[in-house]
């Protein structure tokens, strides 16, 4: 019981104004929770929201940055679960992987397995299945753990289901989601059908807002850096970190740290090879963060000598 409540709490702080609303207001079907494996099953379905829309993408397949930020939310939610003292940490490094392109309408079984937690550090396993049973994505992700003493205090088993009750009695009645008739009727013993049609907050709504664009140096050295760099087979571009792409701590969210980069990726593709350019899927993505982004991240699009794709944020 107190795993579920723990659960709820997480999933509707998540979707309420940070990134994970564009994430899970559409594809959020259904979960899971199995204690024994400390594994969290989610239902999830590959909506227009997730999927490609970009002149130069696969068309109506998942990107490679949606199940990466998925993961990310996903798996935080899940350490909320089976975390000792319910901790989320703070990413470090996380891959994930497509085997199989994942086309618009699938509905999808995504396991989010906790494999190991400690003092430190955490590690969590991905694994994607469609409507056959075939695996379709895999993932790693690894987190810094240490929240401080005060959050083992409150979040510790003794205090616990004392926070949840005044969280219940207040800022739990105030925030509005759009998971709340999801839960309400989990609370009630009904099976209800996910119905989130609203794309306002949708992620293909959002990767065509990110505003990624060609950074436009200000400073001497920059200029200079940047008349460099324009015989050599890179690019530098820039986004603004604006609210609905912020975790609920207010730094950019790992998800929107992938969008952005592959965003980048496309434009650069399209800027580089344009008559050579056709419809491509990314499969493959790796992010290692080594500090939070608050205001504006600036993305280098290099090419090693094989033509493969660099990216640093």
Known sequence: MLAEQVFEIATRESSHKSFGRALLEESFVDYEIYHHGKLISFNIKATPSLCSDSMTA??????VSAMLALFDELSTMALF???????????????????????????LRVNTIIEKTGKVLAFCGLE???????????????KFMPMGWLWDLFAGAWLLPIVIFFYSL??????????????????????????????????????????????????????????????SRNGIYSVKVRRDMMNPVKSMHGGAVACSIEEACRQYLETQYPSECTKIMISQLCIQYQAPLKKEALILVEEDE???LLNSS
Do not use: C
């Not at 994607?128 to 690894?142: I, K």
């Open 170 to 231: 207040s800022r739990g009645r105030k925030i509005k989601t759009p998971l709340d008739a999801f839960f309400r009727a989990k609370r009630e013993g009904r099976r209800i059908t996910s119905s989130f049609n609203s794309t306002a907050h949708g992620l293909s709504t959002l990767y065509k807002s990110l505003q990624v664009m060609p950074y436009q140096a200000e400073d001497p050295e920059e200029i200079q850096l940047q008349e460099t760099m324009k015989d």
């Open 81 to 107: 679960v089976f975390d000792q003292t319910r901790r989320p940490g703070v990413s470090v490094d996380l891959k994930t992987e497509i085997l199989q392109p994942i086309f618009e309408g699938q509905s």
């Open 128 to 142: 994607v299945y469609n409507e056959a049973g075939v695996l379709v994505a895999r993932g790693t992700h690894v």
């Open 306 to 308: 094989h033509g493969v």
């Open 58 to 63: 696969a068309p109506n397949s998942l990107r």
